[in-house]
């Protein structure tokens, strides 16, 4: 049990243009969900909190209005990223919260071009 | 920030029981020691999680230490496809909302 799915696993958009990631908890409900990024070579970095029915809480340093974030349902959150410009390039990973445990969702692979 | 400290990479012979070992000096004690490991372009993966008792599972065992300043995790025998990225974290378990914070880990290196 416990599976979160995440898609598309890869994605490659042009510049200006806005991309949109899945992260569905399938076989649990989960009032809060994280998303993450990765650069290459290094460690996952929270991006913000999604919480079921509110307003994502976003960590310090990333753009509410450029990574929106929509949890409207307990069993799905998006992120969008908008107006994406190569140096958004990265990997972006969810997990989805359960009380002891974070299911991880595989990733997404995007490349702005 | 990571609460935790890591070796930032370990190798281990294939066969060979891999011991990794991680220290967070600042657990408080409602926090738990979990751990994560992250294989290449995947989604982090749960391994096992403990309070102050010793665990097992099938994927491996948690060692940790008296004071629960320090903990190991043991993978008894290392193949070549537990090479990846494990990541040390202490959080507080019975809460949903709470972050997991990932330190840079240890990459694991498991060698023919």
């Known amino acids: 049990g416990a599976v979160v799915s995440q898609h598309p696993s890869r994605v490659i958009c042009k510049s200006g243009t806005s991309v949109k990631i899945e992260c569905r908890s399938l076989?649990?409900?989960?009032?809060?969900m994280f998303w993450y990024r990765q650069f290459p070579k290094q460690s996952l970095m929270l991006m913000a909190t999604?919480?079921?029915?509110?307003?994502?809480?976003?960590e310090q340093g990333v753009e509410k209005d450029k990574f929106l974030i929509n949890h409207a349902s307990l069993t799905l959150s998006t992120l969008t990223v908008t107006s994406a410009h190569p140096e958004d390039s990265s990997f972006y990973i969810c997990?989805?919260?359960?009380?002891?445990?974070?299911?991880f969702g595989s990733g997404t692979r995007l490349t702005v071009v | 920030d990571a609460k935790t400290t890591q070796p930032p990479s370990m190798d281990c012979a294939e066969g060979r029981a891999a011991n990794l070992p991680c220290n967070h000096s600042?657990?408080?004690?409602?926090?738990?020691v979990y751990w994560y490991r992250q294989i290449h372009s995947q989604g982090p993966q749960y391994i096992i999680h403990?309070?102050?008792n010793n665990e097992t599972n099938e994927m491996a065992s948690l060692i940790i230490t008296e004071d629960r300043k320090s903990s190991t995790l043991i993978l008894p025998h290392a193949t070549l496809r537990d090479t990846a990225v494990y990541y040390c974290?202490?959080?507080?378990?019975?809460?949903?909302?709470?972050?997991?914070?990932f330190g840079p880990g240890t990459s694991l290196s498991v060698i023919p």
């Open positions: 997990s989805a919260a359960r009380p002891n445990f974070h299911t």
């Open positions: 076989d649990f409900q989960a009032t809060t």
């Open positions: 999604s919480n079921e029915g509110s307003k994502a809480t976003y």
């Open positions: 600042t657990i408080s004690g409602n926090e738990y």
């Open positions: 403990g309070l102050k």
């Open positions: 974290i202490v959080r507080v378990a019975g809460t949903s909302y709470d972050k997991v914070i």
